[in-house]
């Protein structure tokens, strides 16, 4: 037994949650949630997905980001990418997600000039409102050669109200098989939608 789980623990790694204060139990006041790099116009709220606080944006004028980047990112690794939001008014363009690859602080990719186009909207679009209820949006994603971290964000946008919560950044657990990387993989939308699912990637490998 001993020697079995040696083995299995050496053949792989287990997953890891990246981003810090994802839950968005801490702040530093009223409007500055601990470790987020950038939050504008938000303040805490009690109404939480889990937990005590959200982030909550109410209404007002221009594109409004919560951000924060994400270092110790590994080519070839597979993370996957997921947040909570819920959108009281709007327009039904009101909120989306907007992220990034990094190399050195430098942007080197992002999925909008890819045909999936997973981290910005998806699709360039924007989150469903569905109904103004708590909904999550998840994304698997494989990381691009010669990157070194992630620029998390999501937005809201002029005259909406939305909330925030429960947001992840994760690498998820890895086994010791060769060429276990497809570049450019992404599986969407999490839940299924429809009773279907979309796999791609900018590989010709076969998948």
């Known amino acids: 037994f001993t020697l079995l789980m040696t083995l299995c623990l050496t053949g792989a790694s287990f997953g890891q949650e990246m981003l810090l204060n994802g839950g968005l139990e801490n702040w530093d006041s009223d ?55 819920k959108v009281t008014a709007g327009d039904d363009q009101d909120a989306r997600i907007w992220c990034a690859w990094k190399n050195d602080g430098t942007t080197v990719y992002h999925a909008a000039t890819a045909p999936e186009d997973v981290l910005r909207g998806p699709q360039n679009g924007y989150l469903d409102n569905n109904g103004g209820v708590w909904t999550k949006h998840e994304v698997t994603v494989i990381a691009p050669a010669d990157v070194d971290s992630f620029y998390y964000e999501v937005r809201s946008y002029s005259n909406s109200e939305t909330y925030w919560d429960d947001l992840s950044f994760f690498k998820n657990a890895t086994a010791s098989v ?30």
């Open 178 to 207: 060769k060429n276990n990387a497809i570049e450019g993989f992404a599986t969407y939308p999490n839940p299924v939608t429809n009773k279907e699912f979309t796999i791609s990637s900018r590989s010709t490998s076969v998948k």
């Open 31 to 85: 409007t500055a949630p601990t470790d987020w790099t950038k939050a504008e116009a938000l303040t805490k709220s009690t109404d939480a997905h889990t937990g005590s606080f959200s982030a909550f944006r109410n209404g007002g004028s221009s594109t409004k980001d919560l951000s924060q980047t994400v270092t110790g990112v590994i080519p070839g690794n597979s993370y996957t990418i997921s947040f909570w939001y």
